[in-house]
């Protein structure tokens, strides 16, 4: 998987519908005139649509009563299908068809898609293997994960949208599962569900549930819209939510008394970095951060840490530090109100940097402060030369394209922060601790 692979690309794709004729249809009478004639069934209103479908931006999402008998959902062949509801006689006149992919980013290549299909009839679904008497909740765990920001503003932040209306009743139906995934995330999954996960695309029984969720919805990058969400979900929900799951004990940082003398000093949390956009001159920033009183702190987690116990690590920082990665994600872990130091590598990055991590900090609780690296601090000058396009025309490499950006500004340069600039940044984040 490309790490860099971001998402900003329309989907071409369109749901695929199976509907029958209007509600109103034709009749020749004697004269041979066209006559209108319109039946009390026909006229009925036009019910909701079970899947949403809303466009190349937003992710495919159905919501499925049961009816006769519940959903029936055939994973190996990856079909959904739902009877008519008691309330409509038994019956569907008009059934339809979607074909939905069941990730928040509707465009993602290798997920497999969900066929889910209204049956006629009570009559045309298959007998039962298995009945549940919870919903089920069908997604796909692939996609981007393994990369641990989109972990969780893929799946992990949609899927407890999706989920945490049913306080644990629910079976969570997967496909394209990952047991990595599953394995680094099971405490989490298991607060949300109760069940057993069950793997789609290696399940070849027909199960039954009252009713079902096919897809999960992001409304926005590593965060929620409480508008968009009919619940009134919300970030600091979300972020309570994992103090509890991993029984983190701080909820407010440390604050800091102007004038008062204390042992104890507020913690800021270095996230280090062993790939591109590393911190070159860590040892300086550090000297430079217990200068202004700061316990320092160096957060290197590897990809298998037990999020739990890492999740620890940062609940007690005040602080929180770092060059743009996925290493911020462990920002859902702070106390609400600590103060979050994002710093945007060389490159016009500052969009980026807001959208993925600036913005969801806010919504959090944090108190962010963005920090934008000059050409002298970027290491891009040494290995490339101040007359390469990169270096001194950073928006023509925007122009050129996602790739190229990505390449020079998040493949191959590190950063040096110029100290003297950077120290006001610091002494910001304390008074922020005095506020």
């Given at each position: 998987m490309n790490k860099y692979k971001r998402s900003h690309r329309l989907s071409t794709r369109s749901p695929t519908q199976k509907q029958r004729s209007p509600t109103q249809r034709q009749r020749r009478t004697a004269d041979d005139a066209t006559k209108i004639v319109t039946t009390a069934e026909e006229s009925a209103p036009a019910k909701k649509p079970a899947c949403d479908i809303q466009g190349p931006w937003a992710s495919d999402v159905c919501d499925l009563a049961g009816g006769s008998g519940g959903v029936r959902i055939h994973g190996s062949t990856h079909t959904v299908l739902v009877p008519p509801t008691i309330e409509s006689g038994g019956s569907n006149p008009n059934p339809q068809e979607w074909r939905v992919l069941p990730y928040s980013r509707k465009?993602?290549?290798?997920?497999?898609?969900?066929?889910?299909?209204?049956?006629?009839?009570?009559?045309?679904?298959?007998?039962?293997?298995?009945t549940s008497q919870v919903p089920a909740l069908v997604f796909a765990m692939g996609g981007l994960t393994g990369n641990y920001w989109h972990d969780f503003s893929d799946v992990m932040i949609p899927l407890y949208l999706q989920a945490s209306r049913y306080d644990g009743e629910v079976q969570l139906v997967v496909t394209n599962i990952q047991p990595w995934y599953a394995g680094k995330y099971r405490h989490i999954i298991a607060r949300l569900s109760r069940y057993d996960v069950v793997d789609m695309d290696k399940d070849d029984q027909v199960r039954c549930f009252p009713s079902a969720i096919v897809g999960i919805r992001m409304h926005k990058e590593f965060s929620i819209d409480p508008a968009k969400e009919p619940t009134g979900h919300s970030m600091p929900e979300f972020t309570k939510f994992l103090r509890n799951v991993f029984a983190l004990p701080r909820a407010a940082p440390m604050r800091v008394t102007a004038g008062l003398i204390s042992d104890k000093k507020p913690r800021m949390m270095i996230i280090s970095r062993r790939h591109p956009r590393k911190l070159v001159n860590v040892a300086e920033v550090v000297a430079l951060a217990k200068r202004i009183g700061f316990e320092v702190v160096i957060g290197d987690p590897p990809f298998n840490v037990d999020v739990g116990d890492f999740a620890r690590e940062v609940n007690a920082a005040d602080v929180l530090m770092g060059v743009h990665g996925a290493g911020l994600t462990n920002s859902l872990f702070l106390p609400t109100g600590a103060v979050f130091i994002q710093v945007n590598p060389f490159g016009k990055m500052e969009h980026i940097g807001e959208v993925d991590?600036?913005?969801?900090?806010?919504?959090?609780?944090?108190?962010?402060?963005?920090?934008?690296?000059?050409?002298?601090?970027?290491?891009?000058?040494?290995?490339?030369?101040?007359?390469?396009?990169?270096?001194?025309?950073?928006?023509?490499?925007?122009?050129?394209?996602?790739?190229?950006?990505?390449?020079?500004?998040?493949?191959?340069?590190?950063?040096?922060?110029?100290?003297?600039?950077?120290?006001?940044?610091?002494?910001?984040?304390?008074?922020?601790?005095?506020e």
């Open positions: 465009h993602m290549s290798g997920i497999k898609e969900i066929t889910v299909r209204e049956l006629p009839t009570a009559a045309d679904a298959p007998r039962c293997a298995v991590f600036g913005t969801p900090a806010v919504d959090m609780g944090l108190k962010y402060m963005a920090y934008s690296c000059g050409m002298e601090e970027s290491t891009l000058v040494d290995t490339l030369g101040r007359d390469h396009p990169a270096v001194k025309d950073p928006e023509s490499i925007h122009r050129s394209g996602w790739s190229k950006v990505a390449e020079y500004y998040l493949g191959k340069q590190d950063v040096k922060l110029d100290l003297q600039r950077f120290e006001p940044v610091l002494l910001k984040a304390m008074a922020m601790l005095r």
